[in-house]
């Protein structure tokens, strides 16, 4: 069984063991408020494995401190069986005051009541593992519940599926879901088709500077997760930013 379809079992099955109350205490912050023209906003990633990398050696508490300073947003894996994340450590790390991207593989509304009880200002949705019906139906639930939504996307296929909806906020990601390999310039040529206004981000594989560089003006931030737990958090923040 592929990686993908493993994640997708296994998230069918916690669905049905979540519990939810929709009481949060915090306000919803936007990624628009925080996002500046001309600057290198980067929404920072926090998970404790990968499929890709393997274990981090972290204290997400430390690193959630450590990107407050620098970023844009947080993006939290709420994951646990393949990410090493949870609800439970974005409920712990929701006292920041950064927009929170709850990251994980959303198919159901109970994982965005979920997420939204828990402090998320944004959910990621992945146009790859949902037909349009399903797709609207999530979309329109979380931004109903005042949630900003990531549409992610992979190819220019999927973008064209998401032109209806004219998300707010677009991933383009670079990583392959099947085979995990990593193409910076199919991601920019996908950026370079949106043609409706919008946030639009560059997920996965971006390492140094020259990466960011080498998107230019076609995307407007990026999310990155590895290339900042893999070693000094701080110092590669400054390479980043420059």
């Not at 939810?20 to 925080?34: E, G, Q, S, T, V």
């Not at 109970?110 to 979309?139: T, W």
């Amino acid at each position: 069984m592929r990686l993908l379809e493993q994640i997708l079992q296994y998230k069918r099955e916690q669905i049905n063991h979540l519990t939810i109350d929709k009481k949060r205490n915090r306000p919803i912050f936007r990624l628009k408020d925080f996002f500046k023209a001309g600057q290198v906003n980067i929404i920072a990633e926090i998970k404790q494995s990968s499929p890709s990398f393997g274990a981090f050696k972290i204290d997400p508490f430390y690193v959630a401190n450590i990107y407050q300073k620098y970023a844009k947003g947080i993006s939290v894996l709420t994951d646990d069986r393949f990410f090493g994340g949870g609800f439970e450590l974005l409920e712990k790390l929701s006292g920041v005051n950064l927009p929170i991207l709850a990251k994980d593989f959303f198919i159901d509304k109970k994982q965005i009541d979920k997420a939204y009880s828990c402090g998320a200002d944004i959910i990621l949705l992945i146009v790859r593992i949902l037909d349009n019906e399903k797709l609207l139906e999530l979309y329109d639930y979380a931004i109903q519940l005042g949630l900003e939504v990531l549409v992610e996307v992979h190819s220019l296929d999927e973008l064209k599926r998401i032109k209806p909806l004219k998300p707010a906020v677009v991933g383009i990601n670079s990583r392959d879901l099947d085979s995990l390999s990593i193409s910076l310039k199919r991601a920019k040529t996908i950026l370079k088709n949106v043609d409706f206004e919008c946030i639009k981000v560059a997920e996965s594989g971006i390492k140094t500077k020259k990466d960011i560089e080498f998107f230019g003006t076609s995307a407007d931030g990026f999310l990155i997760g590895e290339a900042l737990l893999e070693g000094d958090v701080e110092e590669k923040f400054r390479e980043f930013l420059g």
